[in-house]
């Protein structure tokens, strides 16, 4: 099937980008000026995107259950605040995560393939991570290749490469490569995605990279303009780390392709030899003893999430965990939390309770597809000021006395249908 691209049309449309884009995003612009938390910042993108991204980012395994979990922990919780602490705003929020100083204690964790929500892709997230002095993480499925993102990020400032437990070890020992000579420090294993999750809204959705551009499609993307402008104004997106001359394929073909479900502990035990020059994180960790397990196969971070609730559905609350995960390796091994965080208490919630980073995924990514950097950027300031009001309110003034302080601070009482209530079951629905 010949495509819009294959005809070169992006290269007639980008000369009227200029003139167009303003007058089509004028409308996201406005809905990004208002949002006001991570619950508004998904009715933006929502508006802006095709629906089958839409889908894509937004979506679970199965029955979607261990989304809902990740996020209703949290209102299990209680904050038992102290008060008369002398605090005054703003709070000290830098600490030390991947051996780094970084300003806040929260980062946008690896995802993949980022100009599919929005045309500035992952150079949004760097350039949002450069302004507040974040760890910034790039997922081997990148759509970004590791020069560009050096050219935005300086040599010293703390970057991640994510890797998957691919098949082939020739592209492993490839990207890793590349990785290494890009300068980033951080390694990161991900384990939880040796099967590919049942995503039903994207078989729904007939969800598709490239789009197929079936009658359906053509609709959705009629009704999605800014969104639709920046794809057929723009060169195809590549998987940059792997082939910049082929075009994107089916992610779930690819991904099937390369995955390997044999992948062991001897292979990590490789990786880990693979990369010697610094931090080795693995990512997917639930279960303490597999924790316990990755430190003697070298890992020195351990990275407790379930990949946001995509693959295996009713899987714990990553929270539900992380306790026993911090009892089990003890209080000197890092520990990054990911997994429903959707606001500041959220972040604080975690740090509490064992975690010494947090990662965020779709409430990034519903900011980049609402307005790219501009879009980031407001998440960051969201979930910011979010977490330094809680901080505050808590009596907490540093992350390193949250961290010491906060198991006799945040208490789990009894599940309510009250804690069912309020902005993650707005208009915007469960998010």
Excluded at 18 to 45: E, G, Y
Excluded at 397 to 402: A, F, I, Y
Aim: aromatic share 8%; proline share 6%.
């Amino acid at each position: 099937m010949i495509t819009p691209h294959d005809l070169r049309v992006h290269k007639l449309l980008r000369l009227f980008s200029p003139l167009v884009r303003p007058i089509i995003n004028t409308a996201s612009r406005k809905r990004l000026r208002k949002a006001v938390n991570i619950a508004d910042l998904r009715l933006c993108a929502e508006s802006r995107l095709h629906k089958m991204c839409f889908g894509y980012l937004d979506s679970g395994g199965d029955d979607e259950i261990t989304i809902r979990r990740n996020k209703d922990a949290y209102t299990q919780m209680e904050m038992h605040f102290k008060v008369l602490a002398g605090l005054a705003p703003p709070l000290d929020l830098s600490t030390n995560i991947f051996g780094s100083k970084v300003d806040i204690p929260f980062f946008a964790s690896p995802t993949a393939g980022n100009k599919m929500f929005h045309m500035e892709g992952e150079s949004a997230v760097a350039n949002a991570s450069k302004v507040n002095n974040s760890v910034y993480c790039l997922s081997s499925l990148a759509t970004t290749s590791v020069e560009d993102i050096g050219k935005i990020l300086a040599p010293d400032h703390p970057k991640l490469f994510q890797v998957y437990v691919w098949k082939d070890r020739d592209i492993l020992k490839d990207i890793l490569g590349k990785a290494k000579a890009g300068g980033i420090q951080t390694m990161a294993l991900t384990v939880d995605f040796s099967w590919y999750g049942n995503r039903e809204r994207d078989i729904r959705n007939n969800f598709t990279i490239p789009p197929a551009y079936t009658l359906q499609q053509c609709v959705d993307a009629l009704k999605a303009p800014a969104w639709t402008w920046d794809f057929l104004a723009n060169p195809p997106y590549n998987y940059a780390l792997l082939d910049k001359d082929v075009p994107a394929e089916s992610l779930a073909s690819f991904v099937n392709s390369q995955l390997y479900p044999q992948f062991s502990w001897e292979d990590a035990e490789w990786l880990c030899k693979e990369w010697s020059h610094g931090p080795r994180a693995i990512k997917g960790i639930c279960r303490p003893e597999d924790a316990v397990k990755a430190l003697e196969c070298g890992f020195t971070t351990i990275w407790v999430s379930n990949h946001g609730g995509r693959q295996l559905d009713t899987s714990p609350a990553t929270v539900d965990v992380l306790p026993a995960i911090r009892a089990a390796v003890g209080p000197d091994v890092e520990i990054i939390h990911d997994g429903g965080i959707q606001r500041g208490t959220d972040i604080a919630k975690a740090i509490a309770l064992g975690a010494d980073g947090v990662a965020i995924g779709k409430p990034y990514l519903y900011g980049l597809a609402a307005g790219g950097t501009e879009g980031v950027l407001r998440t960051f300031e969201i979930l910011r000021v979010e977490l330094d009001r809680a901080m505050g309110l808590l009596g907490c003034g540093t992350v390193e006395q949250l961290k010491k302080e906060g198991p006799d601070l945040i208490k789990r009482r009894p599940a309510s249908m009250r804690d069912c209530q309020g902005a993650r079951y707005s208009r915007a629905g469960m998010i």
